[in-house]
């Protein structure tokens, strides 16, 4: 029997399962008989190894109920899934093909079975054809009409499947095609939050910003802080404002330079990052350092 399964695609496929809902490894299996209407069915010892490595991987995790563990897709395997929306879309024209091909050997099959049984009637006919047919005879024909009945059945059911396989795996490319385009526009709209933040935002992170996602260093940065001098100080800021305080200002200044350090290295990843702007982002920390440090030490 030819592989059902490409490498790497039965992992694919398992995240899709779980996409559609959480579900334990036995149902994982059972779910996966049907889509191969019978043909096909993966044993324990081949899903429970790969829900483990993709547990491990950061993609599922798991919650016992009743005994059980019950998988669910994590935030990371939904966005594996959408970076391969057109591979998974081409896995579904791949299980429909393998369907089908199985199909097609199991009516190959019964049709050589029948082939045999006709020439084996001959045979039993032409060595009786002077006896009157007994009931030999007639189960024998019993038994070609149920075979060549079981292959039309065969046959249908091949034939419906290789249309819901097509029509799934066209439904998935318009799924694949709509999830890449709410991907982009999401990515837009969050590098455009991000622009809209770091020009507010000012101080060292603003200059950052401005040097990362290659424009001008926003208004208020650490350059024009620096020609301000203290009047800053009397400045509300609105970086960080949903930052509410805790009572505890150690850490709400943990929280405050946890927010800087994500920012900034969001926009380097999302922007790029060259070697003169890492060297303009060392002489920005430089300077901030400076500032923060002689602002702890008169609160000393």
Same mark, same amino acid.
Do not use: N
């Given at each position: 029997?030819?592989?059902?399964?490409?490498?790497?695609?039965?992992?694919?496929?398992?995240?899709?399962?779980?996409?559609?809902?959480?579900?334990?490894?036995?149902?994982?299996?059972? &779910?996966?008989?049907?889509?191969?209407?019978?043909?096909? =069915?993966?044993?324990?010892?081949?899903?429970?190894?790969?829900?483990?490595?993709?547990?491990?991987? +950061?993609?599922?995790?798991?919650?016992?109920?009743?005994?059980?563990?019950?998988?669910?897709?994590?935030?990371?395997?939904?966005?594996?899934?959408?970076?391969? +929306?057109?591979?998974?879309?081409?896995?579904?024209?791949?299980?429909?093909?393998?369907?089908?091909?199985?199909?097609?050997?199991?009516?190959?099959?019964?049709?050589?079975?029948?082939?045999?049984?006709?020439?084996?009637?001959?045979? =039993?006919?032409?060595?009786?054809?002077?006896?009157?047919?007994?009931?030999?005879?007639?189960?024998?024909?019993?038994?070609?009409?149920?075979?060549?009945?079981?292959?039309?059945?065969?046959?249908?059911?091949?034939?419906?499947?290789?249309?819901?396989?097509?029509?799934?795996?066209?439904?998935?490319?318009?799924?694949?095609?709509?999830?890449?385009?709410?991907?982009?526009?999401?990515?837009?709209?969050?590098?455009?939050?991000?622009?809209?933040?770091? =020009?507010?935002?000012?101080?060292?992170?603003?200059?950052?910003?401005?040097?990362?996602?290659?424009?001008?260093?926003?208004?208020?940065?650490?350059?024009?802080?620096?020609?301000?001098?203290?009047?800053?100080?009397?400045?509300?800021?609105?970086?960080?404002?949903?930052?509410?305080?805790?009572?505890?200002?150690?850490?709400?200044?943990?929280? &405050?330079?946890?927010?800087?350090?994500?920012?900034?290295?969001?926009?380097?990843?999302?922007?790029?990052?060259?070697?003169?702007?890492?060297?303009?982002?060392?002489?920005?920390?430089?300077?901030?350092?400076?500032? &923060?440090?002689?602002?702890?030490?008169?609160?000393?």
């Amino acid at each position: 029997m030819p592989p059902v399964f490409a490498h790497g695609r039965l992992r694919l496929y398992l995240l899709k399962l779980l996409d559609e809902a959480p579900r334990h490894g036995y149902e994982v299996i059972r &779910l996966l008989e049907e889509r191969f209407q019978g043909l096909y =069915a993966p044993s324990a010892g081949t899903v429970y190894p790969r829900l483990a490595k993709l547990e491990a991987e +950061g993609l599922v995790t798991h919650a016992t109920e009743g005994g059980r563990k019950v998988y669910s897709i994590t935030d990371a395997g939904r966005a594996e899934l959408a970076d391969r +929306g057109g591979e998974l879309a081409d896995l579904e024209v791949e299980i429909r093909d393998s369907v089908t091909e199985l199909a097609a050997e199991i009516r190959d099959d019964v049709r050589g079975a029948a082939g045999d049984l006709r020439r084996e009637m001959r045979a =039993a006919a032409s060595a009786s054809a002077t006896r009157v047919e007994d009931e030999s005879w007639k189960a024998a024909k019993e038994d070609l009409r149920k075979a060549r009945q079981e292959w039309k059945e065969q046959a249908r059911r091949a034939k419906d499947e290789s249309r819901r396989a097509r029509e799934e795996a066209q439904q998935a490319r318009r799924q694949a095609k709509e999830a890449q385009e709410r991907a982009r526009e999401e990515v837009q709209r969050i590098a455009g939050q991000l622009q809209e933040q770091f =020009a507010r935002s000012g101080g060292v992170l603003g200059s950052l910003a401005g040097a990362w996602l290659g424009g001008a260093p926003a208004a208020g940065s650490a350059d024009a802080s620096a020609a301000d001098g203290d009047g800053d100080a009397g400045r509300a800021s609105e970086w960080a404002a949903d930052l509410a305080a805790t009572g505890d200002p150690a850490r709400d200044l943990d929280r &405050l330079l946890d927010r800087f350090r994500d920012e900034v290295r969001d926009a380097a990843r999302d922007r790029g990052v060259t070697s003169a702007q890492v060297a303009e982002a060392r002489r920005h920390l430089e300077a901030a350092c400076g500032r &923060l440090g002689t602002t702890f030490g008169a609160r000393s």
